[in-house]
């Protein structure tokens, strides 16, 4: 089969034929239609995970996808030969990923049902940001009204995270560039603030919630400075100080999506319902993507990447 992979830790990703995987007791096999991009996949492919799990090589990127069951292994109950399914397969040995046209995963893995209608291509590009803008969206437990400061709302969890505040009744702050700003409205944001115009200090005060998507310690710590006294902030970089939140009785702290099929099955329904947009900025042929997804990636991105297999 064919499938893009690294052959090394560091290496440029490359189109390769591989044998097609068969699913061992408890797997499940999947043809797949569409598997999206995300941030994750290079940083599995430098060597992010060397040392804490096996990995094999070629290591064939991609975590989440979407596709049809094909085959299953002894003892699978969840799926049956033929169900669409959607959702996240990154599992031990790292490598076995969904930049492929076929992959295995045990069914334990978040999976879930793809609802008839909804695109497979979207739903692929659903999973790891949308789980973790659900996630983070319900670790605020802020009430209607309350405001939240997004920090990196132009990505993928960002665009999400917004439209999700939004319909909880919050009022959403968005950080972004003047050319984001219409889209950052229509996508529920009450006010955009121009993050390269200087610090948010002084544009921003008293926010009752922060979710930090982009940026290192310093950049949180900037940004942490206009929640209010008892609030909550929340990072996805792993940039939280647990003691300097403490001090200011800020609850959260760094912030880990755990996949469930709930959540998938949340999230599909809210798609299928026209309740969340999922922007697919570009879609790449599996034969075409490795040349591009060598390239340096733009900051500038509107949307989630997808390889159409």
């Known amino acids: 089969?064919?499938?893009?992979?690294?052959?090394?830790?560091?290496?440029?990703?490359?189109?390769?034929?591989?044998?097609?995987?068969?699913?061992?007791?408890?797997?499940?096999?999947?043809?797949?239609a569409a598997a999206g991009v995300n941030p994750f996949d290079r940083k599995v492919a430098d060597g992010m995970m060397k040392g804490s799990m096996p990995h094999v090589f070629p290591l064939v990127l991609g975590i989440d996808g979407a596709g049809v069951v094909e085959a299953l292994g002894e003892g699978v109950t969840r799926f049956a030969v033929g169900d669409p399914v959607f959702g996240t397969?990154?599992?031990?040995?790292?490598?076995?990923?969904?930049?492929?046209?076929?992959?295995?995963?045990?069914?334990?893995?978040?999976?879930?049902?793809?609802p008839a209608g909804l695109d497979p291509v979207v739903a692929a590009a659903l999973p790891t940001a949308g789980l973790t803008a659900v996630q983070v969206v319900d670790a605020l437990e802020a009430e209607a009204g309350?405001?939240?400061?997004?920090?990196?709302?132009?990505?993928?969890?960002?665009?999400?995270?917004?439209?999700?505040?939004?319909?909880?009744?919050?009022?959403?702050?968005?950080?972004?560039?003047?050319?984001d700003a219409d889209r950052l409205r229509e996508l529920g944001a009450a006010e955009v603030v121009d993050h390269t115009a200087g610090p948010l200090s002084g544009r921003v005060s008293d926010?009752?919630?922060?979710?930090?998507?982009?940026?290192?310690?310093?950049?949180?710590?900037?940004?942490?400075?206009?929640?209010?006294?008892?609030?909550?902030?929340?990072?996805?970089?792993?940039?939280?100080?647990?003691?300097?939140?403490?001090?200011?009785?800020?609850?959260?702290?760094?912030?880990?999506?755990?996949?469930?099929?709930?959540?998938?099955?949340?999230?599909?329904?809210?798609?299928?319902?026209g309740r969340l947009k999922v922007a697919v900025e570009h879609r790449l042929p599996l034969a075409e993507a490795a040349a591009e997804l060598a390239r340096p990636r733009s900051t500038g991105a509107r949307g989630k990447t997808v390889v159409v297999i």
Do not use: K
């Open 1 to 32: 089969m064919r499938a893009i992979a690294v052959h090394e830790f560091g290496g440029s990703p490359v189109l390769v034929e591989i044998p097609e995987p068969v699913p061992g007791p408890g797997g499940v096999l999947v043809r797949l």
């Open 89 to 114: 397969f990154f599992h031990s040995p790292a490598g076995e990923g969904t930049y492929a046209e076929y992959v295995t995963v045990p069914e334990t893995n978040p999976l879930a049902l793809l």
């Open 146 to 179: 309350e405001t939240v400061l997004v920090v990196g709302a132009t990505g993928g969890v960002g665009g999400f995270v917004v439209q999700l505040a939004a319909a909880a009744g919050l009022r959403v702050v968005a950080t972004g560039r003047p050319a």
């Open 207 to 273: 926010v009752d919630a922060l979710v930090h998507l982009v940026g290192d310690q310093e950049a949180f710590r900037a940004a942490l400075a206009v929640v209010r006294t008892g609030g909550r902030a929340f990072t996805t970089t792993f940039s939280a100080d647990q003691d300097a939140l403490a001090a200011r009785g800020i609850s959260g702290g760094n912030f880990e999506v755990r996949g469930t099929p709930d959540g998938l099955s949340r999230l599909a329904d809210a798609v299928s319902g």
